[in-house]
C-alpha cells in the first residue's frame, strides 16, 4: 500500500519555492511542456504526487531529473504555483533521499548547518597550515594529494553508493527486469548525457544555456586532470601552465555570468535561487579564481612570501571537494546523467 505524507509540501518547502495550495489543477504546465506525451503529464503527475504527500512514488521516479528546467510551465502558470521550481525542489529532496549518510538533507534544509560545516573545513585547514609550520612546499605537496584521495573517497564511499541506491529505488526495488546486455549498450548514452548534457537543448530557448554548460563541464573537468594528473602547480611544461590558465579562467567567467543571472533574476530559472545553488556557483567561481592565482603567483614568484593565497585556494578546494561534490548541487550532475541512463534501460525492458 502506497504510503501517504500528509505533510510532504511542508517539508518539500524546505528545499525550494513551491505553492501547493495555489496550483487548482488546471493543467496549462503539462501542455506547455515538451516532456509531456500521452503516458506522462509533465510536470503534473509530480505535482499531483506531492500534493497528496506520495513520497513512494517520488522515489521512484525518474522524471524530476528528466526536466531540464526551461521555466516554461512556471511561466505559464495563472496561478503562480511554480511548477518549474517544484520540480527542481524535488530534485533537492530526491538527492537526499539518494544519500545514504543523510548529509545532504541536512545541508539543504539548514542554512547554518551548512555554514557551520563549511567554517569547519575552513578552521581544518588553517590548523594544518599552521601544523607544518606554513612551509609552502610541504603544504602545496599535500594539498595535491588531497585532490587525489578526496576524489577517490568521495566516489567510492559517497557517490558511487548513492548511485546504487538510486538504481535501487527507481529500478531494483520495482523487480524491473532489464538484460544485462542493456546495462552495457546504453553505456555509451550515460557517457553522452554526462559530457554533453544534451537533453537540455530540448527546450527552445536553451541553446545558449547549453553551451555555457557544455563549456563549464569541459573547463571543469580538463582543470580536475591538469591539477590532478599532470601537476598543474608543480610543472614547468609551458602548455600545461597555459592549459590551466585557460581552464580556470573559462571557469571564474562563465559561473561570473551565472551568479550575475541568479543576481538580477534575468530568466525564469533564475528567479527562485536555494542557498545550495550560491553556494556551488560562488565556490565554483572562487575555485577557478584561486587556482587561477595561485598559478599566477608562482609565475611571478610571490607565493612563498604569499602563503595565504594558496592557503585560501585550498579552504575553496576542501569545502568543494568535501561538501558541494558529495552532498550538494554538484550531484545534480550525476544523478540527471544516471536518471536518462536507467530511463533507458526501463523502456528496453519495454
Ligand atoms: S501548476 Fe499552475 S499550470 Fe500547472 S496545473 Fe497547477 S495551476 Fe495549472
Ligand atoms: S521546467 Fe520545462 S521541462 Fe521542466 S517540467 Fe517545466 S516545462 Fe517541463
Not at 505524507?5 to 518547502?13: I, S
Not at 557517457?191 to 563549456?215: A, P, S, Y
Not at 559561473?255 to 536555494?274: G, M
Not at 599566477?296 to 585560501?312: C, G, K, P, T, V
Amino acid at each position: 500500500m502506497a504510503r501517504i505524507n500528509p505533510e510532504f509540501t511542508k517539508e518539500l518547502k524546505k528545499y525550494g519555492a513551491f505553492n501547493a495550495n495555489a496550483c487548482y489543477n488546471c493543467g496549462n504546465c503539462t501542455a506547455v511542456c515538451t516532456l509531456s506525451d500521452e503516458d506522462n503529464s509533465f510536470p503534473r503527475k509530480m505535482i499531483r504526487c506531492s500534493v497528496l504527500g506520495l513520497e513512494d512514488e517520488i522515489q521512484m521516479s525518474l522524471d524530476p531529473w528528466l526536466c531540464y528546467y526551461c521555466g516554461e510551465c512556471s511561466t505559464t502558470c495563472p496561478r503562480e504555483a511554480d511548477p518549474g521550481e517544484l520540480m527542481m525542489s524535488l530534485r533537492r529532496w530526491l538527492t537526499s533521499k539518494y544519500d545514504w549518510t543523510g548529509l545532504s538533507g541536512m545541508l539543504y534544509k539548514s542554512l547554518t548547518v551548512t555554514v557551520f560545516a563549511f567554517l569547519v573545513l575552513a578552521i581544518a585547514v588553517i590548523f594544518f597550515g599552521a601544523y607544518e609550520k606554513f612551509n609552502l612546499e610541504k603544504i602545496t605537496h599535500l594539498g595535491h594529494y588531497f585532490e587525489i584521495l578526496a576524489i577517490s573517497v568521495v566516489f567510492l564511499l559517497v557517490l558511487l553508493p548513492n548511485i546504487a541506491h538510486m538504481w535501487w529505488m527507481t529500478i531494483g526495488k520495482h523487480k524491473t527486469k532489464v538484460p544485462l546486455s542493456a546495462y552495457f549498450k546504453s553505456m555509451g548514452e550515460l557517457l553522452v548525457h554526462m559530457f554533453t548534457q544534451k537533453r537540455t537543448l530540448g527546450c527552445d530557448d536553451n541553446q545558449t544555456r547549453w553551451f555555457e554548460h557544455f563549456i563549464l563541464v569541459l573547463g571543469y573537468l580538463t582543470l580536475l586532470l591538469t591539477t590532478v594528473f599532470l601537476d598543474w602547480f608543480g610543472t614547468q611544461i609551458i602548455f600545461v601552465i597555459v592549459l590551466g590558465y585557460v581552464e580556470s579562467a573559462v571557469i571564474f567567467i562563465v559561473t561570473f555570468d551565472f551568479v550575475r543571472r541568479r543576481i538580477q533574476r534575468e530568466a525564469e530559472i533564475s528567479k527562485h535561487s536555494h542557498t545550495s545553488d550560491w553556494f556551488f556557483v560562488i565556490w565554483l567561481f572562487l575555485m577557478g579564481l584561486t587556482a587561477f592565482f595561485v598559478r599566477l603567483s608562482i609565475d611571478l614568484d610571490i607565493l612563498e612570501n604569499n602563503i595565504w593565497i594558496y592557503l585560501f585556494h585550498l579552504i575553496i578546494l576542501v569545502q568543494w571537494a568535501l561538501i558541494i561534490v558529495p552532498f550538494g548541487k554538484w550531484t545534480h550532475f550525476l544523478y540527471r546523467s544516471f536518471a536518462i541512463y536507467f530511463e533507458k534501460l526501463i523502456q528496453v525492458k519495454r
